[in-house]
């Protein structure tokens, strides 16, 4: 079934964005793309308008930093309810600059989880009606669940972990 | 500004008075953020014309705990803990979804049993959540007795959770893997009794306000909702359903051997208070068939947790006895289990929607990232919208009936 969806959705992309598609793969029986950060918004609103994909569901919106700190990501699991199907996009983008325009206009739910992942990961959403902190307090000035910022202070050593290698 | 002329201009064309004679304007109040009849802490600053509402602005995060960081840091038999947090009415549906989630990472297939008992607990959280919901709408329209009523109910639900668990309200029931410890004689007894006895007093608790004219005056047509604007704000769940879409991901995507049961999802048509407390009382009465399936088809013979020696502590004799059983008893209080590398999403149906857990392990012993997928926070979005136009008790009932828990809201 996952196979089926992502041979499906990969063939309808391929299709309409000659690039922009970067990644097609299937972990976890989950059928998941990556999309370039200029070509999101237009993938998006295709998966949502294409008669025959239909993702009319935006079911999460998260952000995500990658392993060498260097790379931000946004990712998006959508949702056909009529034929039952899933799929995650994600993209990509430099911690130098990261924006990537918004998805409100396409789903009116993505307001707040945008403004969730700009609170946590200082994700510009380009085009957002109302881009500013939610969960946290106004005046923070970083993004905490950035990688650079370890949860507990990093001058205590009476709990170190050291020990197991780690 | 342009509103405020506005207002003027109608105001002087109803009441025939002079326009320069008018002076009015809105006022602002903010309802909350501990406010009585918002039942946590929820700050609203509306902008009103008397008792209309104009303009609804929420503001969110005042429980914030920053979850999402925390189980960055702990292994993953740590982090049910932290689920029971997130929907506090609730919580063994959380922290299913959440072991769920790691055995689907881990790979493991848990006994039919397990998915039996499971389905069991779940479906007790979810009249106990449904009916904390219900019964304060009840409160919120000025009918207190539905409450006091019904409330017993939830206490015996809550005695369940206490003979399985030791715990009431944050249960942390269940391991990965299966539960804990065999349901003693004494859980069934008083599954067997709130089976028996829990329909006589739902019954009466309809009839106190499914029918009663105040109730329905009160609730219907109030924080309506259409199909189409339910689905671009991401409602899931009764809320969701209210509205007349059947999404449930009980049946979509079933889990823990949903398939196997027989039920019917309720839905409603004009997605107000009334269709969702309908929706609401009728799934109390799904969860109870279902339960009553589960008992009746339970696998016998079967053990109550599955073999993942990893994740799942052995029994206190054989860590005592046993060197393999000792060293795993200390990988696992050390969380010291690795897991492979991964990235998984898994839902649930929770009490107000689809709870989605999304994980992505690097192969370390805690989670690279993860995130929850919190129904609440994702359709309280849409209350200003609801609320637009109408009337300050109005608005509280709608947010009482969108059952918006401040633990889920703000994670």
Redesign the interface.
Known sequence: MSQEILDKVNAKLKEKFESGIEHAEL??D?A?FTVSKEKIHEVLSFLKSDPDLNF?????L?G??T?DEKHLGV?Y?LHN?VK?M?I?VKTFFPMSNPEIPSAVDI???A???ER?TYD?YGVKFKGHPNLKR????DEMDIF??RKEYP??DQSRDDKSDKM?G? | MAKKENIKKETAKSSGLPEDTIEKELSILNLGPTHPATHGIFQNVLKMDGEIIHEATPT??YI?R?F???A??RPYNQITPITDRLNYCSSPINNMGWHMTVE??INVQVPKRVEYMRVIIMELARIADHLICNSVIGVDTGAMTGFLYIFQWREKIYDIYESICGARLTTNIGRIGGFEREWSPKTWELIHNFLKEYPKGLKEFSNLLERNTIFMDRTVNCGPISAD?A????FTGPNLRAAG?D?DVRV??PYSSYQDFEFIIPVGRSGDTYDRFMVRQEEMWQSLKIIEQAIKNMPKDQPFHANVPDFYLPPKEEVYNNMEALIYHFKIV?G?SDVPK????H?VEGGNG?L?Y?L?S?G??TP??L?F?RPC??????YPEMIKGSMLSDAIITMSSMNVIAGEL??
């Open positions: 972990p976890y989950f998941t009319h569901f935006l079911t999460d998260t995500f930093q392993e990712i699991h309810m039952n899933r995650r789903w009116a739910g307001n707040w989880m969730e946590f939610i969960l946290n307090v905490p669940l949860l507990e197991f780690r | 969110v995060g914030h920053a999402e960081k925390l960055e840091r689907k990472l604007m689905l671009d704000y991401g879409v999404y979509a995507t050390m010291e991964g990235e998984i999403y839902c689809e989605g999304y992505v690097d370390g012993r690279y990232r995130h997928r926070f994702i359709y309280y979005q849409a703000d994670a």
